[in-house]
Structure formats: C-alpha cells, structure tokens
C-alpha cells in the first residue's frame, strides 16, 4: 500500500483506539465506546484500495479494556462501566 492508504475510524469523537486483533479473515478495531469490523478490501476505479468496515456502537456505558491470554498476547475486552 501506499502512505496514504489508511482509514481515519470517527477522527474528533474525542476517543482513541484502545485495541485491535484478527478473528478469522476479519480485523477489529476497538474505542472506547464503539468498534469496527474490516471485512474485505475492494478496489475504487482508480485502482486504490477500499477497506471495507462497519461500525458498532457499544454505548455510553460499555468500555473496552485489554487482558492478556496465555500466549501474551492483548484481547479486547467488554465490560460494564
């Protein structure tokens, strides 16, 4: 990819990415109170790639905490504020 093939996720909601990980062939993407599915990437006609997500919003009380398996690595978590 070139430098400026990235996604801005809500750029201004005042909140930063509190985490990330694959599951299968998709990648999530966490803030504090909403989280994004990429699912596929597709091209646009000039030939520049397109990743294609959707959003979830978890609401004003979920937050998303990281805890970590046994292999070390971080997993978001939800829990109740």
Known sequence: WDTDNYVQ????????ITGCCTWRDQVYVFKTTKMYVFYSETTDASGNPVFNKRSVN???RARVRAFRTQASQAIPRLTPS
């Open 9 to 16: 996720l809500d750029p201004g909601d005042g909140e930063s």
């Open 58 to 60: 978890l609401g004003a």
